[in-house]
Nanobody, 127 residues
Framework: QVQLVESGGGLVQAGGSLRLTCAAS????????MGWFRQAPGKEREFVVT????????YYADSVKGRFTASRDSAKNTVYLQMTSLKPEDTAVYYC????????????????????WGQGTQVTVSS
């Protein structure tokens, strides 16, 4: 059974930093794609970042570009999301997602393109 478990969320002041971790078990995604999404209250789940096989390529939503950095450790089947310069509008439940799909040219930014999801971790940024 595939499991994705996020951790590292919490309450932080604006301008602060947090590091999210997503550990996968039950299947290795070293050859596939992983991503982070987030969902604020009353809003749809939105794309944050996608990170390809081996972490060779990353693509960020404009809203987080330059502030968030995603990385992955294929040996540990784990992905990370380092978030800096956090803003109140970053407040959301953050979800890790995975798929065995991989493309050298296509970027997986849609929720429907991911097959496995974590339970989410709450990030709250106070002003």
């Amino acid at each position: 059974q595939v499991q994705l478990v996020e951790s590292g969320g919490g309450l932080v002041q604006a301008g602060g930093s947090l590091r999210l971790t997503c550990a996968a078990s039950g299947r290795t995604f070293s050859s596939g794609t992983m991503g982070w999404f987030r969902q604020a209250p009353g809003k749809e789940r939105e794309f944050v970042v996608t990170i390809s096989r081996g972490g060779m390529r990353t693509y960020y939503a404009d809203s987080v570009k330059g502030r968030f950095t995603a990385s992955r450790d294929s040996a540990k089947n784990t992905v990370y999301l380092q978030m800096t310069s956090l803003k109140p509008e970053d407040t959301a439940v953050y979800y890790c997602a995975a798929t065995e799909r991989y493309s050298a040219t296509y970027l997986y930014t849609r929720t429907g393109e991911y097959d496995y999801w974590g339970q989410g971790t709450q990030v709250t940024v106070s002003s």
